[in-house]
Structure formats: structure tokens, C-alpha cells
């Protein structure tokens, strides 16, 4: 099947969400610009790893003078995610970086494949992989540095709202409750 590119150069909106429960939920990336809404999903650590490694690269930015993380296009969104969430696919591997000639942060995700483990896959470089019409769909977002600070503090807040820690063991708490090693197999609620 012909590779997908979803290519945003500074969406009106790139945000994480979630789809369900605590305990039970999806967690997206989406971005839209103007009728254009493409989400790709994501798993809770890699939202919580792209956050934290987003936070790094613009932290070292404003440290050296490169580029301001606060002003216009990174105000705060506590809006659902754009419905219909529709999964465009599942992301496999996360890129990130910052292309100084645009003064831009880059995010990629790339379509999880069952290649992903395969050593042979290793050995191809981006660019190969990246002309490769059939290779793995492609999800590709250019932000402003505010746009990506106001992306880390809603994907922050998106991570820590899960299900509330077990005060004895540390590990999340169902509705229900659950058996905790703290109390010799009992159940916690």
C-alpha cells in the first residue's frame, strides 16, 4: 500500500488527548488546520516521553538564546480533541528536533510496522526510509516554539490525569480497587 504524509507547517491547532476512562484510555497527537484533522495514536509513555523530551529542547533553546518559548501561538487549550477522532494509524517511532533556517520545531511520527523490531530496518538511514513510497505512513508537524510549549504543558497535564496512585504501593487504583502487594494480596479501595 502507497505511504500517507501528513504534513502540518504550523497547524491552527497540535495537541494530545485522550479518547475513554481512566484505566481505559487511548491517547491521540491531532493536529487540524483549517478543515484538515489528522490524529495518530500513541501510547500513554510516549506521550509522556515526547512531552518530557519537548520540555528539554526548548528549555535548552531559550538557554542559549536561540528561540522564546512564551508569546503569541501558545496559548493554553483545554478543548476535547476534534471529533470525529479518527486513527490515521499507530505511531511507532517518534522524531523530534529543531530546524534553525524556519525557526521551527519538528515532530514526526512514524506508522508502527512490523519491521519495527527487525535489526535489518536499523540499518536504513531516515532519508531511505523517508523516500521510500512504500514505506511507513508519515505524520509530520512544524510548530513555533510557544506552540510546542503550550503542546508539553497539555500533554503534562493529559499524562498525570490517570487513575489516582494506591497510598500503600504506589501502582494506579481501578474504580474497584486492586489487589495490593502491600497487603499481602488484598484488595485496596
Known amino acids: 500500500m502507497p505511504r500517507r504524509l501528513f504534513v502540518f507547517?504550523?497547524?491552527?491547532?497540535?495537541?494530545?488527548?485522550t479518547v475513554g476512562e481512566p484505566g481505559n484510555r487511548t491517547f491521540f497527537i491531532q493536529a487540524r488546520d483549517g478543515g484538515?484533522?489528522?490524529?495518530?495514536?500513541?501510547?500513554?509513555?510516549?506521550?509522556?516521553?515526547?512531552?518530557?523530551?519537548?520540555?528539554?529542547?526548548?528549555?535548552?533553546?531559550?538557554?542559549?538564546?536561540?528561540?522564546?518559548?512564551?508569546?503569541?501561538?501558545?496559548?493554553?487549550?483545554g478543548e476535547p480533541l476534534d471529533e470525529p477522532v479518527v486513527e490515521a494509524f499507530r505511531a511507532g517511532t517518534l522524531t523530534l528536533g529543531w530546524d534553525g533556517d524556519i525557526e521551527r520545531v519538528l515532530v514526526e511520527a512514524r506508522e508502527q510496522t512490523i519491521d519495527d523490531d527487525d535489526e535489518e530496518a536499523d540499518d536504513e538511514t531516515p532519508s531511505e526510509i523517508d523516500d521510500d513510497p512504500d514505506g511507513p505512513d508519515l505524520f509530520r508537524v512544524?510548530?513555533?516554539?510557544?506552540?510546542?510549549?503550550?503542546?508539553?504543558?497539555?500533554?503534562?497535564?493529559?499524562?498525570?490525569s490517570g487513575r489516582p496512585p494506591c497510598p500503600l504501593c504506589g501502582q494506579p487504583l481501578d474504580a474497584q480497587g486492586h489487589i495490593c502487594p502491600r497487603r499481602n494480596g488484598h484488595y485496596v479501595n
Open 142 to 160: 512544524q510548530l513555533s516554539a510557544p506552540a510546542a510549549r503550550a503542546f508539553v504543558e497539555r500533554a503534562a497535564t493529559i499524562v498525570a
Open 36 to 77: 484538515r484533522v489528522v490524529s495518530v495514536v500513541l501510547e500513554k509513555v510516549q506521550v509522556a516521553v515526547l512531552a518530557d523530551r519537548l520540555n528539554q529542547l526548548l528549555d535548552e533553546l531559550e538557554q542559549r538564546g536561540i528561540a522564546q518559548t512564551a508569546g503569541p501561538g501558545g496559548g493554553k487549550d
Open 9 to 17: 507547517d504550523r497547524p491552527e491547532r497540535f495537541v494530545a488527548g
